[in-house]
């Protein structure tokens, strides 16, 4: 196997930045100029980038965005999944813009017709009975954490380490070097030490579940069913199945957050891989690029929620917001379910995911490079480790940002984007093999160099 010469890397690095500095005057500017926001930047995240200040937006349809410096991008991040129905698609925009100008009525605090479409399409999607809608899945996660610690009466929740539920306070968390729970690194101003909250198990460990579980206090086990925001850790055969039956054999509930591995297909993974949740999360793409998140609920589990008479579910029990549920979310959500993100689409998604994958595959053997690829659905990643990591400490230690940040700068300047927190490549329903092939033709250039004898 090929070993990345690091002084090579440096100099690749270097020289992309400057190509990239010298080519975005008006980016590097505007970045310059935004004293007056936190970080330089709408939200600090955006600081995540390689070439030394953010790609400034100016225009994005489909799967392109162009740059204020006239730069157009094939664009296979696509909104970190926010716009897997493609920027500003159509449908979506006619669906907004009619109840925003035509209708009238950006937020009401009523309710409307498309607000049932919607929540009998994802009974249909995801198997859950009742839904009810927030503006980001981060909400909707801790909407649901609230009510499985209501109904249950038990305090805490288990997590895999190095999960992705959003700014959940209660999901930091990660397992020690010495297998027990602990914050997770980076946490920012926790309101109480995680571990009073939480538990952590390593993702595909049955035994280290069943230990988080045994101590008899766990509401809920929250999980994605793949990890998605350190490369993606797929299950082991027999893994959700496991975790299924040591949530009943403990009595917790289990809450599958599907906002990225929405991607597996028009149901998600709860579909896909039958799964049995108590309750669903997602948002993101549902929405067509507007704001909104929505979590599901059994019908068991909704009929002990509604049953509680002494739970304030109405005004101030915590579970809600007054945005939540606008006609403008809703109509957008319909319009993506209904017209965008249909099974038919999720097909050719996928198909065009296979061939992304089965092209970097073959690129990696053909250079004889220690990395590999994993795919789940329309969503594409691959990590510098092979074979692929089976947890997410694995995945975390797999990293290496140098190399990742060069790639990204090296795409970046041939007019590829990937998704900036990691090398994930998502495929929208007007994605082409030709756009696959453009990234795997920039790929190759880039592998070529730095595997160069």
């Not at 249909?124 to 980001?136: A, H």
């Not at 453009?438 to 730095?450: K, P, T």
Request: hydrophobic share 40%.
């Amino acid at each position: 196997m090929i070993t990345i010469d690091r002084t090579r890397l440096a100099e690749m690095y270097a020289r992309e930045q400057e190509a990239f500095t010298a080519a975005r005057p008006k980016s590097k500017a505007a970045y310059e100029r935004a004293e007056h926001l936190f970080g330089r930047v709408p939200m600090t995240w955006m600081n995540k980038k390689a070439g030394g200040f953010p790609i400034y937006l100016d225009r994005a349809h489909g799967n392109r965005v162009w740059d204020i410096d006239g730069h157009e991008y094939i664009d296979f991040a696509l909104g970190d999944t926010g716009s897997m129905a493609g920027h500003s698609n159509p449908i979506v925009v006619e669906a907004v813009t009619r109840r925003m100008g035509e209708l009238g009525g950006l937020t009401t605090m009523l309710p409307t017709e498309d607000a049932e479409w919607v929540g009998a399409e994802l009974s249909r999607r995801f198997t859950m009975d009742r839904w009810s809608f927030s503006l980001t899945a981060t909400d909707a996660n801790r909407w649901a954490i609230r009510l499985v610690r209501a109904i249950t009466g038990k305090p805490k929740l288990v997590f895999h380490s190095y999960c992705y539920h959003g700014s959940v306070d209660e999901s930091l968390v990660v397992v020690g070097p010495d297998g027990e729970s602990m914050a997770r690194p980076g946490n920012v101003g926790a309101p109480v030490p995680v571990t009073e909250t939480s538990r952590a198990a390593e993702y595909n460990d049955l035994p280290g579940l069943e230990r988080a579980l045994a101590h008899g206090d766990v509401a809920a086990v929250l999980i994605e069913p793949a990890l998605t925001n350190i490369g993606i850790v797929l299950p082991e055969p027999g893994y959700l199945e496991g975790v299924r039956e040591l949530t009943r054999k403990y009595d917790a509930l289990l809450i599958i957050d599907e906002t990225h591995t929405f991607s597996a297909g028009p149901g998600g993974m709860t579909t896909a891989y039958d799964i049995e949740p108590d309750l669903v999360v997602i948002g993101k793409a549902i929405g067509g690029g507007i704001p909104t998140g929505a979590y599901g609920l059994s019908a068991e589990f909704a009929e002990r929620a509604l049953a509680r008479t002494d739970l304030d579910l109405v005004d101030m029990g915590g579970v809600g917001g007054t945005l939540a549920g606008n006609p403008v979310s809703v109509a957008a959500m319909r319009a993506t379910l209904e017209h965008v993100l249909t099974d038919e689409a999720f097909a050719h998604m996928i198909d065009t995911a296979t061939y992304f994958t089965d092209g970097v595959n073959a690129l990696f053997d053909r250079y004889e490079l220690p990395w590999a690829i994993n795919q789940l659905g329309a969503r594409a990643e691959y990590r510098f480790a092979r074979p692929y990591p089976l947890n997410g400490t694995q995945a975390a230690e797999a990293a290496d940002g140098e190399l990742e940040d060069m790639i990204h700068l090296y795409l970046a300047n041939r007019g590829i984007m990937l998704t900036p927190f990691h090398n994930m490549a998502l495929m929208a329903p007007m994605t082409s093999r030709a756009d696959v092939d453009a990234h795997h033709a920039a790929f190759e250039e880039c592998i070529r160099e730095l595997v160069a004898a």
